[in-house]
C-alpha cells in the first residue's frame, strides 16, 4: 500500500511595503507660485479655466529651480508669471452698462391713428 501523501502549505505572498506619501519639496520659485496662485484664486482673478496657464507657471518655476543658470527659462518663467497675473477684463460691465442706456432709451413709438 502507498503512503498517503502529507498535506502542502502554500507560501504566504510576501508583504510588499508601501511607500507611505512624502509631500513634494519645492524650489524658492515652484514655493511663491503656489502661494501667488492661492493668492489669485482667493482674490477671484483665477478660475478653473486657468488651469494650464497655472500648471504652465509650476511647470516653469519647477525648471528654473533645477536649472537656475538659464536665462531662456527665466525670460520664458517671467513672461508666463507676468500673462498669469495680467488683471483681466473681459468688458462685460462696460457692455452692461452700454445695454441699459440702449434699453432705458428705446420706448415703443406712439402709434398714431
Do not use: C
Not at 15 to 25: D, G, L, M, S, W
Not at 44 to 62: F, I, K, N
Not at 83 to 111: C, H, K, N, T, Y
Request: charged share 25%; proline share 7%; aromatic share 4%.
Amino acid at each position: 500500500m502507498a503512503a498517503p501523501k502529507k498535506a502542502t502549505r502554500k507560501a504566504a505572498p510576501k508583504r510588499v511595503a508601501t511607500p507611505k506619501p512624502v509631500a513634494p519639496i519645492y524650489g524658492r520659485n515652484r514655493t511663491a507660485v503656489n502661494v501667488t496662485v492661492t493668492a489669485l484664486q482667493d482674490s477671484g482673478r483665477l478660475v478653473p479655466a486657468d488651469a494650464a496657464r497655472v500648471s504652465m507657471v509650476e511647470s516653469l518655476a519647477d525648471a528654473v529651480d533645477a536649472d537656475p543658470g538659464n536665462a531662456s527659462l527665466w525670460r520664458e518663467f517671467r513672461q508666463a508669471l507676468d500673462g498669469l497675473m495680467v488683471e483681466r477684463d473681459d468688458g462685460i460691465d462696460e457692455f452692461a452698462a452700454v445695454l441699459g442706456v440702449l434699453q432705458s432709451a428705446m420706448v415703443d413709438p406712439e402709434v398714431s391713428r
